[in-house]
């Protein structure tokens, strides 16, 4: 006879039929995985809606504002190289081109981007 053993998702004892049985139910140990796939995704989650975030700003942008914008204006517009998923840097360690998702930085002149749509 095999001892009690408690259920990881319900936390309550039960019986065990096999010997290598962690669950006491079907439905425990779906709960119990889509629990832990969840938790999984929860780190994508936070960097999807920064990169969705930082789309619906530069379609804003780039609908009001036109092709060109000053990185002094960078912050009015939240704008920001962390939700980048590629920066390209020159020799002087400048970001000359910042790539998002379905726009792209790229340095004109000092401190003037121009906004694409990739």
């Known amino acids: ?10 936390r309550h004892k039960f019986e065990p039929s096999r010997v290598n049985q962690i669950f ?9 995985n889509n629990n832990a796939y969840k938790k999984e995704l929860a780190d994508y989650k936070k960097i999807m809606d920064r990169l969705r975030f930082a789309d619906k700003n530069f ?9 060109y914008i000053l990185q002094d204006h ?7 190289f962390d939700s980048a ?5 020159d020799s002087k360690n400048l970001i000359v081109k910042a790539i998002y ?3 792209q930085l790229t340095l004109i002149e000092e401190k003037i981007y121009k906004i694409e749509k990739i």
Not at 1 to 10: A, D, K, S, T, V
Not at 74 to 80: A, E, L, Y
Not at 85 to 89: T, V
């Open 85 to 89: 998923r590629q920066l390209h840097y």
């Open 1 to 10: 006879m095999i001892p009690l053993r408690e259920c990881p998702n319900g």
């Open 101 to 103: 998702v379905r726009y």
């Open 74 to 80: 960078f912050r009015d517009h939240k704008v920001s």
């Open 59 to 67: 379609d804003a942008l780039f609908k009001k504002q036109g092709t």
């Open 24 to 32: 006491c139910s079907i439905r425990c140990r779906n709960a119990w």
